[in-house]
């Protein structure tokens, strides 16, 4: 008997381990945020990761009780993740008319190599996954007995990668870029112009 309470223990500890790193991505990406803000292309492409998080985890709560479209609706999302990593310029274009930051990071795109390992990170969460749907399919239709990679890969392989991008996205913050360093001179330029054209104007009402 008491072998079977320590296995439950433990099980019940490692979800707790499992579910708490996987709650660690939002919280990161705000550290990151912080860190990072001085470059406009961290501080728009974390941004732009952040709402999709908290669009993930507001409609994941309720897709939990799904069955297995959850695990097709997450399949799906991976490629939400994708996109914004790839299209960041993209969608900073329809958005430059009507916001001076979108138009410096459209004007100033850079991709660096930590976006490109996040890309990587989000298609492995994609066929993790996958394989996870696969299973749970062939598993309704009666082709198998039982759901091995989802009783004991699933989670401990999602909380890796996880931690990885965790890891990936402090990095991408601390990062500095040559474009960083012409956008604040850019940024300078401006003030000072605008100082000068107020200055001007002053003037001119004397």
């Not at 990587?120 to 082709?143: K, P, Q, R, S, T």
């Not at 401990?156 to 990095?171: D, N």
Request: hydrophobic fraction near 50%; aromatic fraction near 16%.
């Amino acid at each position: 008997m008491n072998w079977k309470v320590h296995h439950l223990l433990e099980a019940l500890s490692l979800k707790s381990i499992y579910f708490a790193i996987s709650s660690i991505s939002f919280p990161i990406m705000l550290i990151a945020l912080f860190v990072g803000w001085n470059s406009i292309n961290t501080r728009c492409l974390l941004i732009l990761l952040a709402t999709v998080e908290l669009i993930d985890t507001a409609i994941g709560n309720l897709a939990k009780h799904w069955g297995a479209y959850f695990y097709l609706w997450a399949f799906l999302y991976c490629g939400v993740y994708i996109y914004v990593v790839l299209a960041r310029r993209l969608i900073v274009k329809e958005f430059k008319k009507y916001s001076q930051f979108c138009k410096d990071v459209y004007q100033n795109f850079y991709f660096s190599k930590q976006e490109g390992a996040l890309i990587l990170i989000y298609f492995l969460y994609a066929v993790v996954i996958f394989i996870a749907l696969a299973e749970l399919c062939l598993f309704n239709l009666n082709l198998i007995d039982s759901v091995p990679y989802l009783q004991y890969l699933f989670s401990p392989m999602l909380t890796l990668l996880c931690l990885f991008e965790a890891i990936l996205i402090l990095w991408l913050a601390t990062r500095t870029v040559p474009v960083d360093d012409n956008v604040s001179i850019l940024k300078i330029n401006r003030k000072e112009g605008s100082k000068i054209k107020g200055h001007q104007e002053s003037s001119k009402k004397k």
